[in-house]
C-alpha cells in the first residue's frame, strides 16, 4: 500500500500488517558494564529516611489537631445554648399559636388520641434536649411535631 493508494485497509488487514512490523532485537553488547561504572562514577546522597523528612510536618499537624479540639470543645456551652434556647422560642410560639387555635375548636373527640400522642411526643423531645442539647436533630423532630399537631387543630377546625 502506498500512500496515494486510494483503496483502505480493513481493520485487520492493517492490525496484522502493524504486527508484522514489530520486531525485538536484542541489544548489540552488555549494557550493564556501562552502566555500573556510571553510577560508580556519580557522587551519591544521603537518603534521608521519610520519617525525617515528615517529622515537622507531623508535629504541626498534631499541634494543629491539638489547637482544633481545645477550640471545639470550649465552643460547646454555646451551641448547647442555643439549641435549648431556640427549642424554648419554638415551644413559646406554638404554645402562643395553639392558645389562639383552641379558643376557635371545641375538641373533637375522634382526634383527641392523637392531639394527646402528639402533645406526649413534643414532651418527650423537649425532655431529650435538656437531656442532650447537642442534638440538632431534636431540635428539627420538635418542628416537625409541632407542625403536625398544628395542622391537625386547624382541620378540626375547618370541621
Do not use: C
Not at 90 to 112: F, K, N, S
Amino acid at each position: 500500500m502506498t500512500p496515494h493508494d486510494p483503496t483502505p485497509l480493513s481493520d485487520d488487514a492493517l492490525r496484522w500488517q502493524l504486527r508484522a512490523l514489530r520486531q525485538d532485537t536484542p541489544p548489540s553488547r552488555d549494557l550493564w558494564p556501562d552502566l555500573a561504572a556510571r553510577l560508580a562514577a556519580t557522587p551519591q546522597q544521603a537518603v534521608v529516611p521519610p520519617r525525617r523528612r515528615m517529622a515537622p510536618f507531623a508535629l504541626a499537624a498534631s499541634v494543629l489537631l491539638a489547637v482544633t479540639v481545645t477550640w471545639q470543645l470550649q465552643k460547646a456551652p454555646e451551641g448547647d445554648a442555643l439549641i435549648q434556647r431556640e427549642a424554648a422560642a419554638l415551644t413559646r410560639d406554638y404554645t402562643g399559636a395553639l392558645a389562639q387555635l383552641d379558643t376557635q375548636v371545641q375538641t373533637v373527640p375522634e382526634i383527641a388520641p392523637a392531639l394527646h400522642a402528639l402533645d406526649e411526643s413534643a414532651a418527650q423531645i423537649r425532655h431529650a434536649i435538656a437531656t442532650e442539647p447537642n442534638a440538632h436533630f431534636l431540635l428539627n423532630q420538635l418542628r416537625r411535631t409541632y407542625a403536625r399537631r398544628l395542622a391537625l387543630t386547624q382541620r378540626a377546625a375547618m370541621t
